[in-house]
Nanobody, 123 residues
Framework: VQLQASGGGLVQAGDSLRLSCAASGRTFSSSGMGWFRQAPGKEREFVSAINWSSYRTYYADSVKGRFTISRDNAKNTVYLQMNSLKSEDTAVYYC?????????????????WGQGTQVTVSS
């Protein structure tokens, strides 16, 4: 699976952005998908994840109620709708795919990673 993240940009606090992650490969529809982010000087952290059927979604406490993950298996794409953005959401956002989806928030469990897209939120 190859992943291409897009949709990042510079926005003001309170604005919204929608990130997209386009996947290639036959296994996308059976893969768990996740979004992670990494701010300067910090470790990469879990943001959100979704299982193959969209039946289960997971969120970090810091984004719960503001971010929504979704996927369209027909388009091989996963989305992250980010509302009410805060300056602390500033980071490079990465999408990732996992063949086995037992630990959605554990980045070590993901097999494939996209290149990242920068999100900058000015206060």
């Amino acid at each position: 699976v190859q992943l291409q993240a897009s949709g990042g940009g510079l926005v003001q606090a309170g604005d919204s952005l929608r990130l997209s992650c386009a996947a290639s490969g036959r296994t996308f529809s059976s893969s768990g998908m996740g979004w992670f982010r990494q701010a300067p000087g910090k470790e990469r952290e879990f943001v959100s994840a979704i299982n193959w059927s969209s039946y289960r979604t997971y969120y970090a406490d810091s984004v719960k109620g503001r971010f929504t993950i979704s996927r369209d298996n027909a388009k091989n794409t996963v989305y992250l709708q980010m509302n009410s953005l805060k300056s602390e959401d500033t980071a490079v956002y990465y999408c990732a795919a996992a063949n086995a989806f037992l630990y959605p928030s554990d980045l070590k469990r993901y097999n494939y990673w996209g290149q990242g897209t920068q999100v900058t939120v000015s206060s």
